[in-house]
Nanobody
């Protein structure tokens, strides 16, 4: 069992930056692939970024490539999402998710989810 807790969300102006953190419980965090997803009001939840258990492989949605960076610190049981050059369309609740297997962009293949953190980007 893995419990996830996101933090770092908030209100930022367009062009600004935020860093989200996702702290995981459990001693096997380093064996999980991790992902970030987001859900904007009235929209389906969508994939943002994912990272392998070692941190050696990453995937990004086209909409965030070059602006967002996913990373992890297995010693701290934490995964991060550095978000730069934020746009109003990045406004959403951001969720982290864990999967005890290879990384994937598929929401349905993640086993554990956090409660989410709100990111609001003003124009």
């Amino acid at each position: 069992q893995v419990q996830l807790a996101e933090s770092g969300g908030g209100l930022v102006q367009a062009g600004g930056s935020l860093r989200l953190s996702c702290a995981a419980s459990g001693r096997t965090f380093s064996t999980y692939a991790m992902g970030w997803f987001r859900q904007a009001p009235g929209k389906e939840r969508e994939f943002v970024a994912a990272i392998s258990w070692s941190g050696g492989r990453t995937y990004y949605a086209d909409s965030v490539k070059g602006r967002f960076t996913i990373s992890r610190d297995n010693a701290k049981n934490t995964v991060y999402l550095q978000m730069n050059s934020l746009k109003p369309e990045d406004t959403a609740v951001y969720y982290c998710a864990a999967r005890k297997s290879i990384l994937t962009m598929s929401e349905a293949e993640y086993d554990y989810w956090g409660q989410g953190t709100q990111v609001t980007v003003s124009s």
